[in-house]
T-cell receptor, first 109, second 115 residues
Framework: ELKVEQNPLFLSMQEGKNYTIYCNYSTTSDRLYWYRQDPGKSLESLFVLLSNGAVKQEGRLMASLDTKARLSTLHITAAVHDLSATYFCAGRGSEKLVFGKGTKLTVNP | DTGVSQDPRHKITKRGQNVTFRCDPISEHNRLYWYRQTLGQGPEFLTYFQNEAQLEKSRLLSDRFSAERPKGSFSTLEIQRTEQGDSAMYLC?????????????FGAGTRLSVL
């Protein structure tokens, strides 16, 4: 059964700094997703990673996938306050998504 | 708005009552999913449909829960004899058939509070 773990669960960072969120998963997953959730809102799709070595970037966020290590990372470059949110990674187990507990990111001025 | 639509957004009910939620997926999506999210946790899978067929149910989905998608379009999730432990955000998502990136697009959710 697929299990997904994220760390850290809470991240407080200053504007302009860089940081990485890690997502480990327990068994084979043919794709890895990253979502963003703002308080009281639903989940917004950020990235889908389909193969080993895949890297995708959008603005200050970059996601990568290492299927051999069963690890995905979400790297934040020069953080700004607007990036404050909870970020979830999810693997695909059969047809359903299995989510981590999320990383609550707070970017302070 | 052509996104996933859920109704109602909030539902407050007393323990023991029945509740029903509705989800309207993105129109060309044939797959529809239900998830439950509690505070501080990621969404947990409940069930999914391909067209009108319910193909998988989580063991989280006790016999008090039932979901339908009668014409392969909108779906309903009913909870009978609600319990306080049912309090959560119920999220619906939809996606295109497999063979694509199969991104699941989520609705805004229905927040259920059982008193």
């Amino acid at each position: 059964e697929l299990k997904v773990e994220q760390n850290p669960l809470f991240l407080s960072m200053q504007e302009g700094k860089n940081y990485t969120i890690y997502c480990n998963y327990s068994t084979t997953s043919d794709r890895l997703y990253w979502y963003r959730q703002d308080p009281g809102k639903s989940l917004e799709s950020l990235f889908v990673l389909l193969s080993n070595g895949a890297v995708k970037q959008e603005g200050r966020l970059m996601a990568s996938l290492d299927t051999k290590a069963r690890l995905s990372t979400l790297h934040i470059t020069a953080a700004v306050h607007d990036l404050s949110a909870t970020y979830f990674c999810a693997g695909r187990g059969s047809e359903k998504l299995v989510f981590g507990k999320g990383t609550k990111l707070t970017v302070n001025p | 708005d052509t996104g996933v639509s859920q109704d109602p957004r909030h539902k407050i009910t007393k323990r023991g009552q029945n509740v029903t939620f509705r989800c309207d997926p993105i129109s060309e999506h044939n797959r529809l999913y239900w998830y439950r999210q509690t505070l501080g946790q990621g969404p947990e899978f409940l069930t999914y449909f391909q067209n009108e067929a319910q193909l998988e149910k989580s063991r989280l989905l006790s016999d008090r829960f039932s979901a339908e998608r009668p014409k392969g379009s909108f779906s309903t999730l009913e909870i009978q004899r609600t319990e306080q432990g049912d309090s959560a955000m119920y999220l619906c998502a939809s996606s295109k058939p497999p063979g694509t990136s199969a991104i699941q697009y989520f609705g805004a959710g229905t927040r259920l509070s059982v008193l």
